[in-house]
């Protein structure tokens, strides 16, 4: 990868003699452009983006240290080289504090030279390679950040704030150059292409497909990778809503099918849960959501129903029957069927059938 480099000197032929020794030499810089001093190597870095400056230090208008100080102060990191005189080399020692990273005294060698732009050219490339590191460190954990609020936004099925979330990344991004632009809805496409895969079954793969990045490789506006995006973010938050729905639907019939199975054997929150594969507290919430019911008051309800089938066709004893419906002792089961029907067990066996109270 070929660094950018500007020339700066007052001599024309100076200049014209270091640009064809870089032009003809593998050292891995390209010229961008050149200027007869600082004022002039100032506009141009606003329009060539240098990633190094070699510059003279004497020269008029604005020397090269003081170019230095200014492409300091501007914040920009771009490398400096120093070409000063055996007169003026302790002088140009000042420019280290401005980011001169290298001096060439003048008059040099074409060895020396080469030599001192390698060695920049390998200290541009190490950075290069850090920028490289960090960004890709910062696209993971941006990518992760948004896998983890979107995923906790489906957990609590909060799909207002979720689409409103998604309008203000692509908001952001309607902002950004066209490469930025692309590159962020690219992350959103893939946190949304993880999500769906670990949602859908296998053989609901096709419906991934559709959120794929590769129609970005045709968009050439911005507007109208913001409409694409919009689109498909529109498209998968009506996917998760339904998914969560039927996965709701299938998981409470589930829940049931388990109840009816173990009403009378230990039947708690956290033994369902744990079958069915979600938290309690997010069982706990589903099913008084989906029911109406919380899950104990369901549990009992059902046991209770169980047991007035036994008090009017058995001669069970109550101890018998709270064992067969799942209460742990005859004494419980006589408190909750009271509470639950206005009758005890016995005033309730005594009852004709078709008289239940409830």
Same mark, same amino acid.
């Given at each position: 990868?070929?660094?950018?480099?500007?020339?700066?000197?007052?001599?024309?032929?100076?200049?014209?003699?270091?640009?064809?020794?870089?032009?003809?030499?593998? /050292?891995?810089?390209?010229?961008? +452009? *050149?200027?007869?001093?600082?004022? $002039?190597?100032?506009?141009?870095?606003? %329009?060539?983006? &240098?990633?190094?400056?070699?510059?003279?230090?004497?020269?008029?208008?604005?020397?090269?240290?003081?170019?230095?100080?200014?492409?300091?102060?501007?914040?920009?990191?771009?490398?400096?080289?120093?070409?000063?005189?055996?007169?003026?080399?302790?002088?140009?020692?000042?420019?280290?504090?401005?980011?001169?990273?290298?001096?060439?005294?003048?008059?040099?060698?074409?060895?020396?030279?080469?030599?001192?732009?390698?060695?920049?050219?390998?200290?541009?490339?190490?950075?290069?390679?850090?920028?490289?590191?960090?960004?890709?460190?910062?696209?993971?954990?941006?990518?992760?950040?948004?896998?983890?609020?979107?995923?906790?936004? /489906?957990?609590?099925?909060?799909? +207002? *704030?979720?689409?409103?979330?998604? $309008?203000?990344?692509?908001?952001?991004? %309607?902002?950004? &150059?066209?490469?930025?632009?692309?590159?962020?809805?690219?992350?959103?496409?893939?946190?949304?292409?993880?999500?769906?895969?670990?949602?859908?079954?296998?053989?609901?793969?096709?419906?991934?497909?559709?959120?794929?990045?590769?129609?970005?490789?045709?968009?050439?506006?911005?507007?109208?990778?913001?409409?694409?995006?919009?689109?498909?973010?529109?498209?998968?938050?009506?996917?998760?809503?339904?998914?969560?729905?039927?996965?709701?639907?299938?998981?409470?019939?589930?829940?049931?099918?388990?109840?009816?199975?173990?009403?009378?054997?230990?039947?708690?929150?956290?033994?369902?849960?744990?079958?069915?594969?979600?938290?309690?507290?997010?069982?706990?919430?589903?099913?008084?959501?989906?029911?109406?019911?919380?899950?104990?008051?369901?549990?009992?309800?059902?046991?209770?129903?169980?047991?007035?089938?036994?008090?009017?066709?058995?001669?069970?004893?109550?101890?018998?029957?709270?064992?067969?419906?799942?209460?742990?002792?005859?004494?419980?089961?006589?408190?909750?069927?009271?509470?639950?029907?206005?009758?005890?067990?016995?005033?309730?066996?005594?009852?004709?059938?078709?008289?239940?109270?409830?």
């Amino acid at each position: 990868m070929n660094g950018r480099m500007l020339v700066v000197d007052d001599e024309a032929l100076f200049r014209q003699g270091l640009i064809h020794l870089v032009r003809n030499n593998p /050292l891995g810089w390209e010229v961008v +452009g *050149e200027a007869a001093d600082g004022e $002039e190597a100032i506009q141009a870095v606003n %329009s060539c983006t &240098p990633d190094l400056i070699i510059t003279d230090i004497n020269m008029p208008v604005m020397d090269g240290l003081d170019l230095a100080e200014r492409i300091h102060e501007s914040g920009q990191d771009i490398m400096i080289i120093i070409l000063t005189g055996y007169r003026e080399f302790e002088y140009a020692q000042r420019a280290i504090r401005y980011g001169a990273i290298e001096f060439l005294l003048k008059p040099f060698s074409l060895d020396e030279a080469c030599q001192v732009l390698r060695k920049a050219h390998e200290r541009y490339r190490r950075k290069q390679s850090d920028i490289r590191i960090r960004e890709q460190y910062s696209q993971v954990d941006r990518t992760e950040r948004l896998r983890e609020e979107l995923t906790s936004l /489906l957990l609590v099925q909060q799909f +207002g *704030e979720m689409v409103i979330r998604l $309008e203000g990344l692509l908001d952001e991004a %309607s902002r950004m &150059p066209l490469p930025q632009c692309k590159a962020e809805i690219h992350v959103l496409m893939k946190v949304m292409t993880d999500l769906l895969i670990q949602q859908l079954q296998p053989q609901e793969s096709g419906r991934i497909d559709q959120f794929g990045p590769d129609p970005l490789l045709w968009i050439h506006t911005v507007s109208e990778a913001i409409a694409w995006a919009r689109c498909k973010s529109e498209e998968w938050v009506d996917m998760m809503m339904r998914h969560t729905q039927e996965q709701q639907d299938h998981v409470i019939t589930r829940v049931i099918q388990y109840i009816e199975m173990n009403y009378s054997r230990s039947c708690t929150l956290q033994a369902v849960a744990a079958h069915v594969h979600v938290t309690p507290n997010y069982l706990s919430h589903l099913f008084k959501k989906e029911t109406g019911q919380g899950f104990s008051q369901y549990v009992s309800k059902r046991r209770i129903e169980k047991a007035k089938l036994l008090l009017h066709s058995t001669r069970q004893s109550m101890a018998d029957i709270a064992e067969q419906t799942g209460f742990d002792n005859s004494s419980y089961f006589t408190t909750v069927f009271k509470q639950m029907t206005g009758l005890s067990p016995r005033e309730y066996r005594k009852q004709p059938n078709g008289s239940n109270s409830e």
